[in-house]
């Protein structure tokens, strides 16, 4: 049945329905729209508040300047009275008397107000009529002059409600350049990979549900032949925390600004922040750990001679764990887990149980410098009888090799290397059926032999 | 599969457990005629209430088997995963739908606004409506599955019929416990103290076999 | 009338097959006359059990029919005949399990339809025993 094209998608249920690259060209456009957000609100908070305030710090010339008058200044903004000191002056620059109302340069400029009268009144009475006080003008326009200086405290803070839309909408939009134009399988280590017998098909596959090689089995290793992908990244853990971080925090300031300058900041309301405060300083914190940690774990590459697997054979492995630190422990596991997966009622129940697991190795208490990364080598042998690579829609039985460790003053962690692993020859040597692997019996008197060819550009894995 | 006995393996597996594969069980007093004509009562509006487990999709699956063998038109609608609103589909079919009986599994994943909707299109279609939810929401009150260890019990006796007598009624006592009244959680607990006793079972009888070894 | 039985028979009467292996066999009903009989369906096919839904997947599937492509001669075995793939192999998990069967249904004219089904083994996989080293 032919269907309208969407421009946005749907789930329904399990299922998602639309276009992935529309769906990624939305999500770049509206992280756009967040970093050019961030960059108008960015740019109009300097220039409304910062940058003025800096230029009369720095340009301004003080001269005396003989108080006049002083008065509460008031205007109507949405239904609201809203009040500023104004004070005359009078001083003379360059022979010229200027005569004008000012106080700050927002009131030159024509704000400055509040709502809180009181606070303007009490401004208001350090100036006195006749009294000779320094002003500061603009040399190059001495029309302009103030009788206050210094910088608000709280635009400073404004400024980083236009900045985390900037940092937001720049991550959000980089990570989309980065992904745009690659495939699928480019992406996602358990996305849709390159099939093992180049067909979607079960029946026509040579493994049917058996789980394809991840796609960025592309990538050669630098040591042994196969470079494994690692599942999920640290980096999305450091970008929800950032997350979390700014939107809360930029609540409370919000909130807290917004009180403020309704006039209600006060003791309860302190109380009610400071948790709040607290609450952010946390989130913060999280978020700078989990950077940190991303930065000082480094990455860790792990290598195969051969790939897929098959039950029986032993390959060798290679590990190089990057980064700066005091390890604890650290070691290696080759794991395969059942899971399965029940949809009962509204409810989506998944189930993980590791059937077998072997610690290939495990070092302790040493240093991984920045420039002398940890390397080591093993061999691995799925074991002869059990179980390959299964995947159907609801069930799965998965190889998988797990990195992990501890390092001093760092939490735990663990990278996590998919495998797929084939039902090896049996015993009797019948022909390895894996692409590229020819098997040519040789023309033997007596015992029967089996030769393997190799397609080149692969290497043959180790025999036990 | 089922052993050389005619017995399967292990009658926790999924298939044998899921809404609708066990007859609903009642409490006295009460039944899918009574249920029924409080729907009626209600202006065929009704909320079966009940914690995870409880239940409630096997009761609400229970219910349409039996209306539609009576020959009440039903129209099963099952949500998942946070699913917030009907596809276009649903919502044509609704709108197509006469003297029929909707019944959602999920009713409160729905927003607020494809709840109104929903109620809406079974009002102006005289359709009948009937959810399940986990706590009260705007529609009457049908039924509010209460599992107890008595029922527990049963249900795991009817599903021993086809397996071997491997689960006593104190493993359910105590898993249903453990569980905190979920059912589901029970029976999936069970399936591994069977698997558990099967193999030993199993093992058992190839060391009475071969007493040598 | 007695009800039909339904007969299925492996060749060698083998239960445990390799990949790559051919799986043949016959299916006979009996007893004959098999007049109310209107169709016979006969799939290879493989499904999982556990604690997961269940998936299946036919691997192989015939139909006799009096009115179909292939015509329903009553009296005569059924002959089946496929390449078992290499994949999945039959699997005695924790919480899943694959199994691989013969499944034959009868639909009849009057009276319900019949299934037998009939396991075999593809593979030698050993039951898994969690083992943590």
Not at chain 1, 138 to 147: C, F, G, L, Q, S
């Amino acid at each position: 049945m032919a269907r309208w094209f969407r421009l946005f998608e749907k789930k329904r249920g399990n299922r998602r329905t639309g276009s992935e690259k529309i769906a990624g060209m939305w999500e770049g456009v509206f992280f756009g729209a967040l970093f050019l957000l961030g960059c108008f609100g960015f740019w109009l908070t300097i220039s409304l508040f910062v940058l003025p305030e800096w230029w009369v710090n720095r340009d301004f010339r003080p001269v005396p300047a003989r108080i006049l008058e002083t008065r509460v200044g008031s205007t109507v903004r949405d239904g609201q009275t809203l009040y500023r000191p104004e004070v005359c002056i009078e001083y003379k620059v360059a022979g010229k008397i200027y005569r004008l109302w000012t106080y700050d340069i927002h009131t030159v400029q024509g704000n400055g107000y509040s709502v809180d009268k009181d606070r303007v009144s009490r401004t208001l009475e350090r100036f006195h009529a006749e009294e000779i006080i320094t002003c500061w003008y603009d040399p190059r326009n001495p029309e302009i002059a103030v009788i206050d200086r210094g910088f608000w405290w709280w635009a400073w803070l404004v400024l980083l409600i236009p900045l985390s839309f900037v940092i937001l909408g720049a991550g959000g939009v980089s990570y989309h350049l980065w992904r745009w134009g690659k495939s699928a399988e480019r992406l996602a280590v358990q996305g849709r990979p390159l099939s093992l017998s180049f067909s979607a098909d079960p029946d026509a596959a040579m493994y049917p549900f058996v789980p394809e090689i991840p796609s960025r089995m592309g990538q050669p290793g630098t040591h042994l032949p196969y470079r494994l992908p690692v599942l999920g990244a640290p980096y999305r853990a450091i970008y929800a925390w950032l997350a979390a971080a700014l939107c809360w925090n930029i609540a409370v300031l919000g909130f807290a600004l917004g009180t403020y300058y309704a006039g209600r900041f006060d003791w309860s309301f302190t109380l009610f922040l400071l948790p709040c405060l607290v609450i952010g300083l946390t989130l913060l914190g999280a978020f700078f750990r989990q950077w940190m940690a991303a930065s000082a774990v480094g990455e860790t590459i792990v290598e195969i001679s051969d790939f897929p697997l098959l039950c029986g054979h032993r390959y060798r492995v290679y590990l190089k764990q990057t980064g700066w630190l005091r390890i604890n422990w650290l070691e290696m596991l080759l794991v395969c887990e059942e899971e399965a997966t029940f949809q009962h009622g509204t409810n989506t129940r998944r189930e993980c149980r590791r059937i077998w697991q072997k610690t290939l190795w495990r070092h302790e208490r040493f240093e991984i410098l920045r420039s002398v990364p940890f390397e080591t080598e093993t061999d691995i042998e799925i074991p002869h009888g059990m179980m390959h690579s299964f995947r159907s829609p609801h069930n799965e039985v998965r190889w998988r090799l797990y990195v992990r460790g501890n390092a001093q003053d760092w939490p735990n962690f663990e990278r996590v290397f998919p495998l797929v692993v084939l039902p090896g020859p049996d015993r009797d040597r019948k022909p390895d059926l894996r692409p590229g692997r020819e098997v040519v019996p040789a023309q033997t008197s007596g015992n029967e032999q089996v030769e393997e060819r190799v397609t080149p550009g692969q290497t043959s894995d180790a025999r036990s | 599969m089922r052993t050389p006995s005619g017995k399967v393996e292990n009658p926790f597996s999924a298939r044998f457990v899921r809404p609708g594969a066990i007859p609903y069980i009642f409490p006295p007093g009460c039944s899918l005629e009574s249920v029924y004509e409080v729907f009626l009562g209600n202006q065929r509006l009704g909320a079966v209430i009940g914690p995870h487990g409880a239940g409630k999709s096997a009761f609400i699956t229970a219910l349409t088997d039996w209306m539609e063998t009576n020959k009440q038109p039903c129209l099963r609608l099952e949500l998942h995963d946070g699913q917030r609103t009907l596809d276009q589909t649903t919502w044509q079919q609704l709108e197509a739908l006469h003297d029929t009986v909707v019944t959602v599994d999920g009713y409160e994943q729905l927003s607020a606004w494809s709840r109104y909707q929903l109620r809406r299109v079974c009002r102006k279609k005289h359709l009948g409506l009937i959810v399940t939810a986990h706590s009260d929401i705007e529609i009457p009150l049908l039924y509010a599955p209460e599992p107890n260890e008595d029922l527990a019990w049963q249900i795991v006796q009817y599903l021993l019929a086809r397996g071997d007598a491997l689960i006593t009624r104190e493993d359910v006592q105590v898993s249903f416990s453990r569980h905190q009244g979920n059912l589901r959680e029970m029976l999936f607990d069970l399936y591994d103290l069977y698997e558990v006793r099967r193999t030993l079972q199993s093992d058992q009888s190839v060391l009475d076999a071969h007493p040598q070894h | 009338m007695t009800e039909p039985r339904i007969l299925i028979h492996f060749e060698g009467k083998k239960t445990v097959y390799e990949p790559g292996e051919v799986l043949a066999g016959q299916v006979r009903i009996e007893p004959a006359p098999l007049q109310d009989i209107k169709a016979i369906e006969l799939s290879i096919l493989w499904y999982t059990d556990g604690k997961g839904d269940q998936d299946l997947h036919v691997r192989y599937f015939r139909r006799w029919s009096q009115d179909g492509d292939l015509p329903l001669e009553l009296g005569e075995p059924l002959r089946f005949q496929t390449v078992l793939p290499q994949t999945p192999l039959s699997y005695d998990g924790l919480i899943i399990r694959i199994r691989w069967c013969v499944r034959v249904r009868i639909f009849r004219s009057r009276g319900r339809e019949l299934v037998e089904e009939v396991p075999f083994r593809l593979g030698r996989v050993a039951p898994a025993r969690v083992k943590l080293q």
